[in-house]
C-alpha cells in the first residue's frame, strides 16, 4: 500500500519535471548535440582476448561480405544489399567453419555488415572511395550499437562479464548512443562513446576576435591575448627523435626493432594527446569569450613544405583546431568566419592600411611608414578580424558603423584579457 503511494508520487514528479524541461526549452535555447568520449581501457587478460576475437571477426566479416558483393557485381552486375547479407551472415554463424563468429556480439556483426553498406552508398554517390579490404596492421575497431552502459568507471557490453574498466577522466553527460572499442598501434585500447546531450549554448558576450597563427606562441588574438604552446609537447618531440633515430639503427622484423617500434609509437601518442589538450582548451576559450571568431583558412600542408615553419605548424596542428572550433561554435551558435589565406594578414598595418612588401619571417615588431608601432603576430590578427567583419557585413547589413577598429561589439567586451593567460600557460 505504502510502496503504491510512493510509486504514485513519484510518477506525479516525473510528470511534472519533464513537463518543466519541455517547458524550459521552448524559452532558453536547448539544443540536441552529439559529443564523443574518448576513454582508455584497462581489460584484463581475458578481456583482452575476446577484445582481439571482437576485432578479428568484424574484419573477417567486412572482408568476406565485401568480397562476396565483388564476386556478385561481376557474375549478375548487381550485389546483395545489407538485409540480404544479414541473411546470409546468419547462416554463416551455423556452419561448422565459421561456428566461432558466435562468440561475439551478433550486433556487432550487423553493424560491421552495415558500415559495408554505408561504404558502398558513399562510393556510388561519388562521395568516397571504393571500398578496401580492412588489414589487421590498420587500426583495429569494432562498434556496439546499443545496450551498452558505463557504471562508476566500468564499461559493459554484450558478451563481456563483470565489464571493462575505463578510465573515465572527465564527467559523461547524457544519453548514451554507440561505442566504438579500438586497439592503438601500442597495444592500448579506448573506448569512444557517442551521446546525445540536451546543450544549452553559451551566452552571448558580444564579443568578436580574430586570430592569427602564431610563430612563437601557439596562437594569438586581436585582443593581444597569447596562447602558448603545450610546454610538455616540445620535450616529447624532442625524445621522439631520439626513439627514431634508435630505430632506424635496428634491424627491421628483429625483437629490438619491434621494442623500439612499440616505443616511438608510444612517445607518438603521447605529444598527439598533449597537443590536443591544449586545442580543446583554446578552442573552447575562445568560443565562450567571443560570438563571432575570424581566422585563416590555412593549408597547412602547403605550409609544412617550407622548412623553418613545419615543426610548429605541425606542432600546434592548425587543421585540428579548426574542426573543434567548428563543431564547438556550431554547437554554441557562434559564427565562425574564414578568410582567404592569401590575404596579407601580417604585412598589412591595421591602423592606415599601408602594406610592408619587405617583412620577412624573422622580424617581431615594425613600424609602418606612417610611424605605427605593430607586434607582428597581434597586428595580423586585428587585420583578420576586420578583413572577417567585411566578410560579414558585405552578405548581411553594416552595423559596424564603418569604423572596424571600433565595432559595437568590441566597445561591450566583458572578458578580461587576464583570465586567458593563467589558462594558456597551465
Ligand atoms: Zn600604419
Known sequence: MYCDFLDIMEQVFVKVFTQRQNFRSI????????RTYRFELKPTQDQKVLLDKHFGCVR?????????????YQENKKSDNYYAQAKTLTKLKKQEETIW??????????FALRSLDTAYLNFFRGNAKFPRFKSKKRKNSFTVPQHSKLIEGKVYIPKFKGGITCIVHREVKGELGKM???????????????????????????AVCGVDLGIKDFAITSDGIQFKNNRYTKKYERNLAKAQKYLSRK??????FERQRRKVAKIHEKVSNTRQDVLHKVSHQLVSDYDLIALEDLNVKGMMSNRRLSKHIADASWGRFVRFLEYKSDW?????????R????????NVCGWINQDLNLSVREWTCQNGHRLDRDENAA??????????????????TGGDLNQTSFEKHRSVKPEAHLSLANG
Open 27 to 34: 524559452f532558453v535555447n536547448v539544443k540536441t548535440i552529439h
Open 60 to 72: 573477417y566479416v567486412y572482408n568476406h561480405f565485401l568480397n562476396e558483393r565483388k564476386e556478385q
Open 101 to 110: 563468429l558466435k562468440e561475439v556480439n551478433s550486433q556487432t556483426l550487423q
Open 180 to 206: 566504438t572499442f579500438s586497439q592503438t598501434p601500442t597495444g592500448s585500447y579506448f573506448v569512444s562513446i557517442l551521446t546525445k546531450e540536451q546543450y544549452q549554448p553559451k551566452e552571448k558576450t558580444g
Open 251 to 256: 634491424q627491421k622484423g628483429s625483437h629490438s
Open 332 to 340: 554554441n551558435d557562434k559564427q565562425l568566419v574564414k578568410i582567404n
Open 342 to 349: 592569401w590575404y596579407p594578414s601580417s604585412k598589412t598595418c
Open 382 to 399: 586585428k587585420n583578420i578580424l576586420n578583413e572577417g567583419l567585411k566578410i560579414i557585413s558585405a552578405g548581411t547589413v553594416d552595423n
